[in-house]
């Protein structure tokens, strides 16, 4: 798992499909941000033009997390404007696949550390377009498993902890 840095895509979960032969591009899929309701953007770029250099404005404008459905965008950007491939659509010059987008990235567009992932998150990577659970190599119980382990093994202030004879861990007391 990872996260997108920049753009529109900023802090947007992503998985890693697969790696490029040079180890500086590696291969994602991720929910789209499509903007179905460009005329409203339009009307909007004066108003934008004003608010220059504000990054926080584009970034709460940016379209909501959905995947990508053929027919809405059909019906919002014309026929001409989306390609239908064997198992995949091209639209704007991405390509869409089980309605994630799937595209080559350089490495340092990623957030490749502390991205823990939301259970719901990697969940939506499981159902997908349909929201029928998939088969898929993510095995959701393992997850939770890990995620109630991880809550448990957490230490506060206060716990008494005990340390064993022969360990070099240099903790002692509570």
């Known amino acids: ?18 790696v490029g032969e040079n180890s500086e ?10 903007d179905l309701n460009p005329k409203d953007d339009a009307s909007l770029d ?14 709460n404008m940016r379209p909501p997390q959905r995947f990508f459905n053929y027919e809405e965008v059909v019906k919002v950007y014309g026929r001409k404007a989306v390609t239908a491939r064997p198992h995949a659509y091209v639209f704007q010059n ?21 991205v823990n992932p939301t259970l719901d998150e ?13 088969e898929s190599n993510i095995d ?6 890990a995620s ?8 506060q202030p206060g716990d008494h902890i005990e340390v064993f004879e022969g360990e070099q861990s240099g903790v002692h007391g509570t």
Do not use: C, H
Not at 1 to 17: F, P, T
């Open 148 to 155: 109630r382990k991880a809550a448990i093994a957490v230490l």
């Open 94 to 114: 991405d390509t869409y696949k089980d309605g994630f987008i799937e595209k080559d990235v350089k490495l340092n567009t990623l957030q490749l550390d502390n």
């Open 25 to 34: 591009e590696v291969g994602i899929r991720f929910i789209p941000r499509i």
């Open 1 to 18: 798992w990872v996260r997108i840095k920049r753009g529109k895509y900023q802090g947007d979960l992503a998985q890693v499909i697969d």
């Open 140 to 145: 959701l119980s393992i997850i939770a498993e």
């Open 122 to 134: 990697i969940t939506q990577f499981t159902r997908g377009q349909d929201g029928a659970d998939k």
């Open 46 to 59: 004066g108003k934008k033009r004003k608010k220059a250099g504000v990054t926080s404005s584009t970034f």
